[in-house]
């Protein structure tokens, strides 16, 4: 079996990367002929063994499944539609089956199992927090809500609790509520480095013990009580990792929408790029503290820390969305993700993704001079448009790149499916995401 985590920042384009995959994957498993121009470089990598591809029966894990055939069904509607938004967790599994040869003997094929568990981007935000203590991230949170608007309320109300105030159950949940409310205000204006990130998706169910706490710098009663809870969200991450049903992912792709970005101006990129050296951080560096106790008992660890010591086996950065500029652009923006998110020890890769493509590239006369621009249909609309919104960096921008604002992203709407969907959904880049997540097992 092969599980695959998907996460990344909010409407990163999860749903789409899962759909594709299902979709892509169900008519390469259609056999030659028909999956012939699906996935190139996949094909290429099995040769000549044949595969085929099933939804795998459902119950195995106890997760919502993913809804891949309605979503795909949205897709091949007329005119497409893009899949309902859905939040929440679910698992999308695929039944492999690739013909084994030994010269011209055929052998009983080989199965695999293909998890891909979309995980809620919020959460990946709070693996930071396993190498953090109480004090060190309240101070770093105050810091980045400073002069901030939509903070104002709650660094007030911060800011005049007396340093040594004793526990109190009325304040811990005052100053709950506003903390909360601060991070709905800050995602709505676009944000994405927002922790933790259980408190704007917790996890089902009953609320957690641990809910009542927010950043404080205090040394009294009520600073020790808020991190005792910020501890006992770190142990419900810890024991997350390790859940049978959720955890023990050991490949990741982590989706950003990069160009959306870019598009957000300097405040909204530079939240970015912090969160992605947060995440990218806490992935590659599993744990060093982990290493250390490993030196002073070795083989003496639980369990729990196992996987997690490990990291991830392979890690995939994908800026999303990249239908909306142009192939020399595009090249930029995996080179831009790669130095927002570096790569750690174990395999990554970084690339510009386009999991349901719905532009074609076009050069575009700009006073004189082509460039390379796209041309899609707009969502709402038959009209096809063409979209230059600029130039992308190759590496985080500096101030005179945002005197000259990233064009408008329009949204564009899924391109209708060639060939009556035998020829797959239509992508850029997810040939190589998956010959690169599943390179070691085909
Ligand atoms: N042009 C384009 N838009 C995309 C693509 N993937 C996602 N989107 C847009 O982003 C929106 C959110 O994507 P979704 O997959 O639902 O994000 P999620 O919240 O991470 O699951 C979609 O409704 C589309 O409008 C893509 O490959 N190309
Ligand atoms: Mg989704």
Avoid at 135 to 159: I, K, N, Q, Y
Avoid at 412 to 428: C, D, E, N, S, T
């Amino acid at each position: 079996m092969v599980r695959i985590g998907v996460t990344g920042l909010a409407r990163a384009g999860k749903t789409a990367l899962l759909t594709s995959i299902a979709g892509n994957l169900l008519e390469l498993g259609k056999g030659a002929g028909r999956g012939a121009a699906v996935l190139p470089a996949l094909r290429g990598r099995l040769g000549e063994r044949a595969i085929t591809v099933a939804y795998a029966p459902a119950g195995a894990a106890g997760l919502a499944r993913f809804p891949a055939a309605g979503n795909l069904a949205a897709l091949a509607a007329d005119p497409p539609r893009w899949p309902d938004r859905t939040d929440g967790t679910s698992l999308l599994a695929l039944d492999l089956r690739i013909e084994r040869r030994l010269g011209r003997m055929k052998l009983p094929a080989r199965r695999l199992r293909l998890e891909l568990l979309d995980y809620p981007g919020e959460w990946l935000l709070d693996l930071p927090l396993l190498a953090q203590d109480f004090a060190g991230w309240s101070a770093a949170v105050l810091r980045r809500l400073e002069g901030r608007p939509e903070a104002a309320a709650f660094l007030a109300f911060v800011h005049a609790l007396p340093a040594g105030a004793a526990a109190d159950e009325a304040l811990a949940a005052a100053g709950h509520q506003l903390y909360r409310a601060c991070l709905v205000a800050l995602r709505a204006a676009g944000l994405s480095f927002l922790q933790p990130g259980r408190f704007l998706m917790p996890p089902p169910g009953a609320p957690p013990p641990w809910i009542g706490f927010f950043p404080a710098l205090g040394t009294g009663g009520l600073q020790r009580l808020l991190a005792a809870r910020f501890d006992a969200l770190r142990d419900a991450v810890r024991r997350e990792l390790v859940d049978p049903s959720f955890g023990r992912v050991d490949r990741l792709v982590v989706l950003a929408d990069i160009l959306g970005g870019l598009h957000g101006g300097a405040a909204a990129f530079a939240d970015m790029r912090a969160a992605l050296a947060a995440a990218s951080g806490a992935i590659n560096r599993p744990a060093a503290w982990l290493a250390w106790l490993d030196r002073l008992v070795p083989g003496r660890l639980p369990d729990w820390v196992v996987p997690w010591r490990a990291g991830p086996r392979r890690v995939v950065w994908a800026a999303t969305k990249a239908d909306h500029v142009g192939r020399q652009q595009r090249g930029n923006l995996a080179r831009l993700i790669g130095t927002m998110a570096p790569a750690g020890s174990a395999p990554c890769l970084h690339l510009a993704l386009a999991s349901v493509r719905c532009t074609e590239d076009v050069a575009h006369d700009l006073a004189g001079r082509p460039v390379s621009a796209v041309r899609g249909r707009l969502l709402g609309g038959e009209r096809a448009a063409l979209s230059y919104p600029g130039e992308v960096p190759d590496s985080p921008p500096d101030d005179g790149f945002w005197r000259h604002p990233f064009l408008a992203l329009p949204e564009f709407a899924p391109a209708r499916l060639p060939a009556g969907g035998r020829g797959g959904v239509p992508q850029i880049g997810l040939d190589e995401l998956l010959c690169f997540l599943l390179d070691d097992v085909l």
